[in-house]
C-alpha cells in the first residue's frame, strides 16, 4: 500500500487498486466532540431515574457510565459499518488499513488505547501521533491496524459524472467498504482500462456484487456503482 498526500492505495487480491482518503484531525476531534456529548446525555438521562432507587440504582448508573465509556466505540464500530454516530454525521468511518471492515480487534484496541492517546491531556499524544505517523494514525489505530476514512458515498458532482451512464442498480448482497471502492473504482476507470481488460475485471468483481458474469457485468457493474455513489 502506498500513500499519495491525504490518500491511501489499497489493491485488492482481485488486483483492482482502489484509493481511500484519510481524514485529518479537524473532522476526527468534531466526530469525537458529537459521540462524547451523545455518552454524557445518556448517562444524565438515566441518572435522574436511577438515583431515586438508592445504592442500586446508583450501581446501575456506574454500569452503564462503564458501557458509555468502553463499549460505545468498539460497539457502533463492528455493528455499524465502522462509524459512531459521531462519524456517521461528519461522513467518516474506521477500517482496517487493507481497506476491510473493522473487526472486533481493531475496534477494542483503538478504543482501548484511547486513554493512551490522551496523555498527558487533552489528546497530546494521540494528535502527535497522527501528526508524524503519515496515515493519521492516533497510537490506538497504530495498535489497532486501523485508519479513519471518509465515505466513499460523499462524492462531489463532478465524480458521479465520472461514472459511464447507467441506470442504478439495486444492490442484492451486502457490500464492505472495500469491495463499494472496488467496484465504483472499476467504473470510473473502465473507459480507460480497453473493452478487454474491462470485460475480465468485470468478470472478476461481477460475483463480489452479486451481478451476472457475461458481456453485461460490466453494465450493470456501472449500475451498481451509480447506486453505491448515490445511496451508499
Request: hydrophobic content about 45%; proline content about 6%.
Amino acid at each position: 500500500m502506498d500513500r499519495i498526500d491525504n490518500h491511501l492505495a489499497v489493491e485488492t487480491p482481485e488486483g483492482v487498486e482502489f484509493e481511500l482518503e484519510l481524514s485529518g484531525i479537524t473532522l476526527r476531534t468534531f466526530a469525537f466532540l458529537i459521540d462524547s456529548l451523545i455518552k454524557a446525555a445518556v448517562v444524565m438521562a438515566f441518572s435522574f431515574g436511577l438515583f431515586i432507587l438508592g445504592g442500586f440504582g446508583q450501581g446501575l448508573l456506574l454500569l452503564i457510565a462503564f458501557g458509555a465509556l468502553w463499549l460505545y466505540g468498539p460497539l457502533f464500530e463492528v455493528f455499524y459499518h465502522g462509524q459512531t454516530p459521531g462519524k456517521k454525521i461528519l461522513g467518516i468511518r474506521v477500517v482496517n488499513q487493507d481497506g476491510t471492515p473493522v473487526g472486533w480487534y481493531g475496534a477494542i484496541i483503538r478504543n482501548l488505547l484511547r486513554v493512551v492517546d490522551f496523555l498527558p491531556f487533552g489528546y497530546v499524544a494521540g494528535i502527535i501521533a497522527m501528526v508524524i505517523s503519515g496515515k493519521f494514525q492516533r497510537l490506538g489505530d497504530l495498535a489497532g491496524d486501523t485508519v479513519v476514512v471518509y465515505e466513499r458515498s460523499a462524492f462531489t458532482e463532478e465524480e458521479n459524472r465520472a461514472l459511464p451512464p447507467a441506470e442504478p442498480v439495486q444492490l442484492s448482497v451486502v457490500l464492505s467498504p472495500r469491495e463499494q471502492e472496488a467496484i465504483v473504482d472499476f467504473s470510473e476507470r473502465s473507459s480507460s482500462l480497453g473493452p478487454d481488460r474491462s470485460a475480465e475485471l468485470a468478470e472478476i468483481l461481477a460475483p463480489m456484487a452479486g451481478a451476472p458474469t457475461g458481456p453485461e457485468a460490466a453494465r450493470t457493474l456501472h449500475g451498481v456503482a451509480h447506486r453505491i455513489v448515490r445511496w451508499g
